[in-house]
Nanobody, 121 residues
Framework: QVQLVESGGGLVQAGGSLRLSCAAS????????MGWYRQAPGKQRELVAN???????NLADSVKGRFTISSDNAKNTVYLQMNSLKPEDTAVYFC???????????????WGQGTQGTVSS
């Protein structure tokens, strides 16, 4: 099995920064993609950003210019640097990894437990 452990959430004032980390461990042959989703109270979970194994990134329009996603493939870890935070960024942030656990090409989705990020006005 594969485990994702997130860290770095917390409380910050508007305009501040947070840095999230997510480390994958377990039976990993390869990781196709890692990313971050978030879910605010009463809202659906939404994609924030993801990054492929070759470094291609994709960010939601709402965070472009403020958030940066990066990864360390050797450590199976993905980072989300969040700057210029706004109260509307308040949410539980979930890490997701698309992981191959066998040499076959098929990959599975794995999720972290979530970490709370709160931005006060």
């Amino acid at each position: 099995q594969v485990q994702l452990v997130e860290s770095g959430g917390g409380l910050v004032q508007a305009g501040g920064s947070l840095r999230l980390s997510c480390a994958a461990s377990g039976r990993i042959v390869g990781i196709n993609r890692m990313g971050w989703y978030r879910q605010a109270p009463g809202k659906q979970r939404e994609l924030v950003a993801n990054i492929t194994s070759d470094g291609t990134t994709n960010l939601a329009d709402s965070v472009k210019g403020r958030f940066t996603i990066s990864s360390d493939n050797a450590k199976n870890t993905v980072y989300l640097q969040m700057n210029s935070l706004k109260p509307e960024d308040t949410a539980v942030y979930f890490c997701k990894a698309v992981v191959r656990t066998t040499p076959a090409a098929y990959a599975f989705n794995y999720w972290g437990q979530g970490t709370q990020g709160t931005v006060s006005s």
